[in-house]
């Protein structure tokens, strides 16, 4: 049997050194290829987040017609609190995902994780504030909701927004109360990515903690959304079929050519436009389309808002807390991977809220428009057809004896108009 030569031997062990350097220098660069679009993708995240809740706040600041409506305190406070987020939080946490260290020391660690929790909680808890103003516009008191609804009562409910996320952030962390139980893990831990928390940030709850942090934050202002969007949908599509009735009555078969005056529903989400009197000679069966067209368009869209807010808050945060309270109780076994994958989502709906709750707003764009464009007059607020001469319109209209039916409508007309204002309709651009 032929035995190979010494120079096929170290042929065969230069070509395979060779080759392990390719393979080690070809993992190197997909490495820093994976970096390197991880750090833009991160940064893009984080400068949207900025640059969508600094316009929001400015936005309110420059348009007084947007400081005059008390909801859009609950929707400046929370673009704040998100703003804070991307500025506070977001930049460590990408410095240590794409480094995979942490050089800022215990302290700061700790520090840098109780603000996290304190503002993500207050960024969760303003979404449920905004769904707990609508409902109290809507379902509530609609007709007294402005004067119901004071200055005082707001400030009180955004304290609480601010105030309760600190029992569950800055106290329990830096008292350590959340690692009770739980040392040696955290310990392990430690020595796994580093030896020392000089060079990791490790944060871990027990159990008590997870179950009472995730209830404060997510599942009880979870279960007060849902409450809240579904009244409140419920609610306006009661009054949309009221409103049918009274379209019916007023646009039912005259003698002659005598006008019928009908209430018809617009798709703007200003209240000012939300109901209009118009004035035609068509008879009942002639309406019969336009008003089904109509009801049919106002629940589409008021369902699709709704699932809109609802699916974006739950797709965000449910699962990193459905995973901060099954990981205390399979021995802290899920990979961080998937951990910084579910926070990184969470953090993406602080992105999402300046457009699920301001976007999607005229006022709110149309103040847009006139930051972006420097003031241009063209997209100034347009004085149109306002609140108060619908009104005027409403009491004085009386044909063939539908001022009844009108009157009513008038009634209705205040009430739904929070729906209008309050539920942040889409519209058809």
């Not at 200003?270 to 009801?295: C, F, G, K, W």
């Not at 899920?334 to 976007?359: D, M």
């Not at 707003?361 to 007059?377: H, P, T, Y």
Request: some cysteine; glycine content about 4%.
């Amino acid at each position: 049997m032929a035995t190979a030569s010494p120079q096929h031997l170290l042929d065969d062990v230069i070509n395979t050194g060779q080759q392990q350097q390719e393979q080690q220098q070809q993992q190197e660069f997909l490495s820093s290829l994976e970096t390197i679009v991880l750090t833009i993708f991160l940064a893009i995240i984080i400068i949207m987040t900025v640059f969508g809740n600094l316009l929001v706040m400015v936005a309110l600041c420059k348009d007084r017609h947007l400081r005059k409506k008390k909801t859009n305190y609950f929707i400046v406070s929370l673009a704040f609190a998100d703003l804070l987020v991307a500025l506070v939080v977001m930049p460590f946490a990408a410095i240590e995902l794409t480094t995979g260290q942490w050089r800022y020391g215990e302290i700061f660690c700790l520090v840098r994780t109780s603000l996290d929790v304190l503002l993500t909680t207050a960024s969760i808890l303003h979404l449920c504030c905004i769904a707990l103003d609508r409902y109290y516009a809507i379902c509530c008191q609609p007709l007294v909701y402005r004067h119901k609804m004071t200055p005082v009562r707001v400030a009180v409910m955004l304290s609480g927004c601010w105030l309760i996320p600190t029992f569950i952030s800055f106290l329990p962390i830096m008292q350590s109360w959340n690692a009770i139980g739980i040392e040696d893990i955290i310990e392990e831990r430690r020595a796994l990515t580093g030896g020392s928390n000089d060079t990791s940030c490790v944060f871990l709850v027990n159990q008590p903690y997870a179950l009472i942090c995730s209830a404060v934050a997510f599942y009880v202002p979870l279960a007060l959304m849902v409450l809240a969007y579904q009244r409140i949908y419920v609610t306006a599509m009661t009054h949309v079929r009221q409103i049918e009735t009274l379209q019916r009555a007023g646009s039912a078969p005259v003698t002659g050519t005598a006008p019928v005056i009908t209430v018809r529903s617009s798709t703007s989400s200003d209240p000012s436009e939300h109901y209009r009197l118009r004035t035609t000679m068509t008879s009942s069966s002639s309406e019969q389309a336009p008003i089904v067209n109509s009801r049919m368009r106002v629940e589409t869209k008021a369902a699709k808002t709704l699932a809109i807010i609802m699916g974006c808050f739950c797709l965000c945060w449910a699962p990193f807390f459905i995973t901060n309270v099954v990981d205390p109780f399979i021995h802290y076994s899920v990979p961080w991977q998937l951990w910084t994958a579910w926070l990184w989502l969470g953090y993406i709906n602080s992105g999402l809220n300046p457009f699920l709750y301001a976007f999607l707003n005229r006022a709110f764009r149309r103040a847009f428009l006139v930051i972006l464009c420097c003031g241009d007059e063209r997209y100034a607020r347009q004085g149109s057809c306002s609140y108060r001469q619908t009104h005027r319109a409403c009491s004085a209209a009386s044909v063939n004896g539908t001022s009844m039916a009108l009157r009513e409508a008038k009634t209705l007309q205040l009430s739904v108009s929070g729906f209008s204002e309050h539920s942040l309709m889409l519209e058809d651009e």
